[in-house]
């Protein structure tokens, strides 16, 4: 389960648009939309796709991010 709030924390830091973000991962931004809110899941190559994007570097914040509970 992804933790949105610290998602979208990363996201606005980062001053990139989420439509840019949902591009680059295939996504149109609905299906982004749907996937930040644990609606559907996100794709292994879609997480670290995401954590290069957002300068995630650690595996404890990727950890922290895409696999709370």
Do not use: V
């Not at 295939?26 to 796709?49: C, H, M, V």
């Amino acid at each position: 389960m992804t933790d949105t709030k610290a998602l979208q924390k990363r996201i606005d830091d980062s001053g990139l648009k989420q439509e840019f973000i949902a591009k680059q991962l295939g996504l149109t931004s609905y299906g982004f939309a749907k996937k930040r809110d644990n609606k559907s899941q996100f794709k292994p190559s879609e997480i670290e796709l995401l954590c290069t994007l957002l300068k995630i570097d650690t595996l404890e914040e990727r950890f922290a991010i895409f696999f709370a509970k």
